[in-house]
Nanobody, 123 residues
Framework: VQLQASGGGLVQAGGSLRLSCAAS????????MGWFRQAPGKEREFVAT????????MYADSVKGRFTISRDNAKNTVYLQMNSLKPEDTAVYYC?????????????????WGQGTLVTVSS
């Protein structure tokens, strides 16, 4: 599966952005999906994950209550709605697919990655 992330940009603290990740192929619904981010000088970290049916969703503690992950299997797309953004949310955001139907925080289980989209939050 090929992934294309979009929706990043520059926003002021307290603002919102919605990231999208479009997947190619007809088997999108067979993949668990995740969002990760990587800030300058830091390791890539887990943000959110969603199972194939959206029945299982998990968030990093740092974004819980502010970010919402969702998916539309008919459109082969996963979303990340980001509200109440903080400067520390500044990073390149990556969507990823793992070849199970489950939600997982484990980065090593993701085999397919998008190219990343930059989110910059100014104070």
């Amino acid at each position: 599966v090929q992934l294309q992330a979009s929706g990043g940009g520059l926003v002021q603290a307290g603002g919102s952005l919605r990231l999208s990740c479009a997947a190619s192929g007809r088997t999108f619904s067979r993949y668990g999906m995740g969002w990760f981010r990587q800030a300058p000088g830091k390791e890539r970290e887990f943000v959110a994950t969603i199972s194939w049916s959206a029945g299982r969703i998990m968030y990093a503690d740092s974004v819980k209550g502010r970010f919402t992950i969702s998916r539309d299997n008919a459109k082969n797309t996963v979303y990340l709605q980001m509200n109440s953004l903080k400067p520390e949310d500044t990073a390149v955001y990556y969507c990823a697919a793992n070849p199970t139907v489950w939600a997982t925080q484990a980065i090593q289980q993701y085999d397919y990655w998008g190219q990343g989209t930059l989110v910059t939050v100014s104070s």
